[in-house]
């Protein structure tokens, strides 16, 4: 008999307690608007789970911060594969320890479908030290990505993507905002996808050294464009990068870029 419910009603981690003492083999099934996880039980032990990227005991810890949407109990289905062997004990146990550090995260971290932007302060003089994961996070940080799309570029769970990103939020080095919401029309989105192919050439031919300036001119593009400024927005934002180019890298870096910028501004038109 299928056994389904809310979320909201009743954790993930009770669901799973209330199923595996009646030692029951079966797959569940967990919604969360368009994500989909599923968590496979054999006589009551969990041995396999997926979300997204993540399988195994990482996809039970995942799918345990969840608090809200549907789950729907499946009898007799059975995984073609095992990829956990804890103990629900253990594995419970280490849910429960990650949810409590959920609610502390969502103090600063409400939703896992913000994106991360960071933040650049003139008058900042303190010394900014980053650990190894930071730095791979930042490198990751483009103003666009939400901390979902991040975990799955990187590979992490969004729970270790909010981790990380804890810290360098409350040093105000790290702010988060809404996913830009597009215009419906391909026209609005045709000019932001070519904005974003010209400032993927700008940071090929000036590197670090530009990216300040480049970020800065790139955003000005995609806000002008999404309040109906169409191409100027985007010969506005080729004249800084040559502008930049001209100071950073000279002549020669100016005109290679002017040729490439052409290249691709010519295919579009």
């Known amino acids: 008999m299928a056994f389904q419910g809310s979320l909201k009603e009743l954790p993930l ?51 345990a911060i969840w608090n809200q949407g549907d789950f729907q109990f499946s009898p007799s289905e059975e995984p073609a594969k095992q990829t956990i062997s804890k ?26 479908e913000l994106v991360p932007e960071l933040q650049i302060r003139e008058n900042r003089h303190e010394q900014i030290t980053l650990n190894p994961q930071e730095w791979i996070l930042i490198t990751k940080i483009d103003g666009r990505r939400s901390i979902v799309e991040i975990g799955k570029v990187l590979g992490y769970s ?26 419906a029309g391909g026209n609005g989105n045709d000019l932001v996808s070519l904005a974003t192919q010209i400032r993927e050439i700008a940071e090929r031919h000036l590197g670090d050294s530009g990216h300040k300036s480049i970020d800065k001119h790139y955003k000005s593009a995609v806000d002008s464009i999404h309040n109906g400024g169409g191409p100027t927005a985007i010969r506005n934002m080729i004249l800084e990068f040559e502008k930049t180019a001209s100071l950073l890298g000279g002549l020669s870096v100016t005109e290679q870029l002017k040729a490439e910028i052409t290249g691709v501004t010519s295919l579009a038109s």
């Open 158 to 183: 969004s729970f270790d993507v909010a981790k990380i990103l804890y810290g360098m939020i409350t040093s105000e080095l790290v702010a988060l905002k809404k996913k830009l919401e597009r215009p």
């Open 13 to 63: 981690p009770d669901i799973i307690q209330l199923v595996s003492v009646s030692g029951k083999t079966g797959k569940f099934t967990l919604t969360n608007d368009t994500d989909r996880g599923y968590i496979y039980l054999k006589n009551g032990q969990m041995v396999h789970a997926e979300v997204g990227e993540l399988v195994g005991e990482e996809a039970i810890y995942a799918l």
């Open 87 to 112: 103990s629900n004990t253990n594995l419970l146990m280490e849910a429960a320890r990650r949810l409590d550090e959920w609610r502390v995260l969502a103090k600063k971290i409400p939703s896992i």
